[in-house]
């Protein structure tokens, strides 16, 4: 019999015939939305958890915290349930109350933090409550088994849905958690596939991807496993995550059409070839939001 966990990846991959026109070169969205929890983040959340239960981190008494805007609190409420775990997840108070509701109907403890801090906000004082004790924090920008997912699980989906015929994959750059993870599967494959990073331009504030501070970079992530990174506007993101919607019927947030925005960048410069970009999560998490507002 099968649990909820066995339903976390094989997303699937479609082709984006609306966006893409150019003869040649094919584009395809993976959607991520499709695992339990609405997002990618549910691979990671999985592997992270796993990951400090197996080696026996988490000791007798001890609560999981995670700083998160989003999509990963939400992974790891609904998993550290399964596990029976108690979880404190730290968050900017500008996240979409959709967000809160949602890891609170998990039964996890959420703490706001100012919006005005961001995500580093939040990430500070997750460091505080960990040197009081009695914490195990996961540290999404820090720990291998976020990575690893995509090793395990990601990047041999797109090998396999695509025969083997990818030549770039692109990837909006929050935790850097799925980029690094999925180059690192597809470099091994065919050093010569592109791995395309999604920025956003200085001032832009589109979920899901951002331009860390030195200070806050991800530990996890290694900038010689991106090719290439492509800035991306808010307004672009957003343009585009509209066309998702209404051009291919795809619901999702800005940092997937961020990502797509960048992909179709990218098509430009080419002549031939398969792109796969990834589809973070669904469009139902920004309805309180300005996002699909007139």
């Given at each position: 019999?099968?649990?909820?966990?066995?339903?976390?990846?094989n997303?699937?991959?479609?082709?984006?015939t609306?966006?893409?026109?150019?003869?040649?070169v094919?584009?395809?969205?993976?959607?991520?939305?499709?695992?339990?929890?609405?997002?990618?983040?549910?691979?990671?959340?999985?592997?992270?958890?796993?990951?400090?239960?197996?080696r026996?981190d988490?000791?007798?008494?001890?609560?999981?915290?995670?700083?998160?805007?989003?999509?990963?609190?939400?992974?790891?409420?609904?998993?550290a349930?399964l596990?029976?775990?108690?979880?404190e997840?730290?968050?900017?108070a500008?996240?979409?109350?959709e967000?809160?509701q949602?890891?609170?109907?998990y039964?996890?403890?959420?703490?706001?933090?100012?919006?005005?801090?961001?995500?580093?906000?939040?990430?500070?004082?997750?460091?505080?409550k960990v040197?009081?004790?009695?914490?195990?924090?996961?540290n999404q920008?820090?720990?291998p088994?976020?990575?690893?997912?995509?090793?395990?699980?990601t990047?041999p989906?797109?090998?396999?849905d695509?025969?083997?015929e990818?030549?770039?994959?692109?990837?909006?750059m929050?935790?850097?958690?799925?980029?690094?993870?999925?180059?690192?599967?597809?470099?091994?494959?065919?050093?010569?596939?592109?791995?395309?990073?999604a920025?956003?331009?200085?001032?832009?504030?589109?979920?899901?991807?951002?331009?860390?501070?030195?200070?806050?970079?991800?530990?996890?992530?290694e900038?010689e496993?991106v090719?290439?990174?492509?800035?991306?506007?808010?307004?672009?993101?957003?343009?585009m995550?509209h066309?998702?919607?209404?051009?291919?019927g795809?619901?999702a947030?800005?940092?997937?059409?961020?990502?797509v925005?960048v992909a179709?960048?990218l098509?430009e410069?080419?002549?031939?070839?398969?792109?796969?970009?990834?589809?973070?999560?669904r469009g139902?998490?920004?309805?309180s939001?300005n996002?699909?507002?007139?």
């Open positions: 019999m099968a649990t909820l966990l066995d339903f976390i990846g997303t699937p991959l479609v082709e984006l609306h966006i893409n026109t150019k003869p040649g094919k584009l395809y969205g993976k959607l991520e939305g499709n695992n339990p929890g609405g997002s990618v983040k549910d691979r990671a959340a999985y592997s992270m958890i796993k990951g400090v239960l197996d026996g988490l000791k007798p008494g001890m609560k999981l915290i995670e700083a998160t805007s989003g999509n990963t609190g939400i992974a790891l409420a609904m998993i349930r596990f029976g775990l108690e979880i997840l730290v968050m900017p500008n996240a979409t109350k967000r809160v949602t890891m609170e109907a039964g996890a403890t959420v703490t706001l933090t100012p919006a005005e801090r961001s995500m580093e906000g939040a990430i500070d004082l997750v460091a505080e040197a009081q004790g009695g914490y195990l924090v996961l920008f820090g720990n088994d976020n990575y690893m997912a995509h090793v395990r699980t990047g989906e797109i090998w396999r695509t025969a083997g990818v030549t770039h994959f692109v990837s909006s929050g935790t850097t958690g799925t980029i690094m993870g999925v180059s690192r599967f597809l470099k091994d494959k065919n050093d010569k596939i592109q791995i395309i990073g920025q956003p331009v200085e001032g832009s504030q589109i979920p899901g991807i951002r331009r860390w501070p030195k200070e806050y970079l991800p530990k996890i992530f900038a496993r090719d290439r990174t492509i800035d991306v506007s808010q307004a672009e993101a957003t343009a995550t066309r998702l919607a209404k051009e291919e795809v619901f947030g800005m940092s997937s059409g961020g990502a925005h179709t960048k098509i410069e080419i002549e031939e070839g398969v792109v796969v970009c990834i589809i973070c999560d139902d998490r920004y309805l939001s996002l699909f507002g007139a």
